[in-house]
């Protein structure tokens, strides 16, 4: 604390003297000391009153700004009934998917069944979901992954290309997300039933937007990198309420 402090100390024993002189005339040697002290709070610089805690700086306004602005955004809980598109029984971390037709279309989703992972032996809950194509069809399976902050494929077959695996996948966002947020996920890609290190970016571009009159749709980008930061899918998803996926977009273009 620096010359301030004895200078408002006799501010204050005045003030409590006056104080106890309510209704009185206050003596002449008052009004002498009165006087003195103001003139030396008048003769007092900025610098003259740093804090006792200078050492520990505020933070600026202009980060407390930003950071406003981004606690402003709006925050969304992301579940499996919005990914599946239906309703769903149960609250808790793996709700049972009563019906799923995906967009209109014929993909079907269904869940949680017991599964073995393949590859690790894990024993786990999965999401099924099945995609007719011109070519056959396309199977899937879903696990929550990354303590719920996640939905990711633990296996992928499809027509005319070797079945995969995946362990720690993220392919849709799960749980409270604010948008514009982007996360990271480190997982692992079984090709051959050997293990290929990947990157997954996922970032919640809209929680809550209307996409061809459909309310509260969802839009994030999905990005899958190699061990070397090289980028090998870049791709938008829209899903809706009651619809689930309503659009898709790839966007390594």
């Known amino acids: 604390m620096t010359k301030r402090t004895p200078i408002l100390s006799r501010l204050a024993v005045l003030a409590t003297v006056a104080l106890g002189l309510s209704g009185c005339t206050v003596v002449d040697s008052m009004q002498k000391d009165l006087q003195v002290v103001k003139q030396e709070v008048s003769a007092l610089t900025a610098s003259d009153f740093v804090p006792a ?31 599946a598109g239906a309703e769903t029984d149960g609250e808790g971390p793996l709700p049972r998917v009563r019906e799923a037709s995906g967009s209109g279309d014929k993909r079907q989703i269904s869940g949680p069944y017991p599964w073995v992972h393949p590859q690790t032996g894990e024993r786990m809950q999965v999401y099924k ?12 399976l879903f696990a929550v992954t990354h303590g719920g902050a996640a939905l990711g494929r633990v296996f992928d077959a499809r027509p005319g290309q070797p079945n995969r695996s995946f362990k720690d996948d993220a392919f849709f966002p799960l749980g409270p997300w604010r948008e514009g947020e982007r996360r990271t996920f480190q997982t692992v890609e079984y090709l051959d039933g050997k293990p290929v290190n990947r990157t997954v970016e996922i970032r919640v571009k809209e929680v809550a937007r209307t996409h061809k009159g459909d309310p509260d749709a969802m839009r994030y980008d999905w990005i899958m990198r190699d061990a070397r930061g090289q980028k090998i899918y870049h791709e938008e998803f829209v899903y809706a309420p009651g619809k689930s996926l309503v659009r898709f977009r790839d966007r390594m273009g």
């Open 53 to 83: 805690s200078a050492g520990t700086a505020s933070p600026p306004r202009q980060a407390v700004a930003a950071q406003d602005s981004a606690s402003s955004k709006p925050v969304r809980d992301l579940t499996i009934a919005l990914w």
């Open 129 to 140: 979901r099945i995609n007719p194509t011109s070519r056959g069809e396309k199977l899937q």
